[in-house]
């Protein structure tokens, strides 16, 4: 029997092209849940027992305090697990205030800081005096060095 | 064929955690009414990974979650 070609049959991938459609909605159902390396940790009893596999490490952030926890287990059973808790402490910024505060310039009395630049200044004459010095026995060499070309 | 599903119903009816346990070879030292010590031994046997229980904890607070969860 001759293949003619049949306006009313269906495509032969009809179904296949259905069955995509029917999954998408079940996926849209289900939330994006946001990947994070902290586990939040109710209490710090649910962050000892927690499961944790041999030679992993899983990091707790306590819901309800300033703690951080982390689980280490060893890689076999002999080894005992190792629970550390850390303590949140919240930063302040520094101000330009605190800053000069924190010099140590600012912690010395008027008194002392006019010995500093004496004492400063009297090390700045005794580097030019030496300075000069040398300069002045560079002058007499090089002038040595002219005469003696002159003679030959 | 009726008679073992009836059979696997009512086991499953009567003791829920035994029958877990045999799906998932859970050895009888360890504890089935504790969910620790069953992550615990499925951790350790390779059953499931730490990121997927990690993930599962998350989850479990995850209000969202939650509300789907009451939903069914």
Same mark, same amino acid.
């Given at each position: 029997? /001759?293949?003619?070609?049949?306006?009313?049959?269906?495509?032969?991938?009809?179904?296949?092209?259905?069955?995509?459609?029917?999954?998408?909605?079940?996926?849209?159902?289900?939330?994006?849940? /946001?990947?994070?390396?902290?586990?939040? %940790?109710? &209490?710090?009893?649910?962050?000892?027992?927690?499961?944790?596999?041999?030679?992993? &490490?899983?990091?707790?952030?306590?819901?309800?305090?300033?703690?951080?926890?982390?689980?280490?287990?060893?890689?076999?059973?002999?080894?005992?697990?190792?629970? *550390?808790?850390?303590? =949140?402490?919240?930063? *302040? /910024?520094?101000? %330009?205030?605190?800053?000069?505060?924190? &010099?140590?310039?600012?912690?010395?009395?008027?008194?002392? =800081?006019?010995?500093?630049? *004496?004492?400063?200044?009297?090390?700045? *004459? %005794? =580097?030019?005096?030496?300075?000069?010095?040398?300069?002045?026995?560079?002058?007499?060499?090089?002038?040595?060095?002219?005469?003696?070309?002159?003679?030959? | 064929?009726?008679? @073992?599903?009836?059979?696997?119903?009512?086991?499953?009816?009567?003791?829920?955690?035994?029958?877990?346990?045999?799906?998932?070879?859970?050895? @009888?030292? $360890?504890?089935?009414?504790?969910?620790? @010590?069953?992550?615990?031994?499925?951790?350790?046997?390779?059953? $499931?990974?730490?990121?997927?229980?990690?993930?599962?904890?998350?989850?479990?607070?995850?209000?969202?979650?939650?509300?789907?969860?009451?939903?069914?």
């Amino acid at each position: 029997m /001759p293949n003619y070609f049949n306006p009313y049959q269906y495509p032969q991938n009809f179904y296949q092209q259905q069955i995509p459609n029917t999954q998408q909605p079940a996926q849209q159902l289900m939330p994006p849940v /946001p990947e994070s390396n902290f586990v939040p %940790a109710p &209490s710090e009893d649910f962050a000892r027992n927690y499961p944790v596999g041999y030679g992993k &490490s899983v990091n707790f952030k306590a819901e309800n305090a300033p703690y951080i926890y982390v689980k280490t287990m060893g890689f076999s059973q002999l080894d005992n697990p190792v629970f *550390e808790k850390y303590r =949140l402490v919240k930063e *302040e /910024p520094k101000t %330009a205030q605190n800053g000069s505060e924190g &010099s140590e310039a600012y912690k010395l009395s008027p008194d002392e =800081l006019k010995r500093e630049i *004496e004492a400063i200044k009297g090390q700045i *004459e %005794a =580097l030019q005096e030496s300075v000069k010095a040398l300069q002045e026995k560079s002058k007499v060499k090089s002038s040595k060095k002219e005469v003696t070309e002159d003679d030959e | 064929m009726m008679n @073992s599903i009836f059979q696997i119903y009512q086991q499953l009816r009567q003791n829920p955690m035994q029958m877990l346990a045999r799906r998932f070879n859970i050895p @009888s030292n $360890v504890n089935i009414n504790d969910p620790n @010590s069953i992550i615990q031994h499925l951790i350790n046997t390779g059953q $499931v990974t730490q990121q997927q229980v990690n993930q599962m904890m998350t989850m479990r607070n995850n209000p969202m979650i939650q509300q789907l969860m009451n939903r069914r």
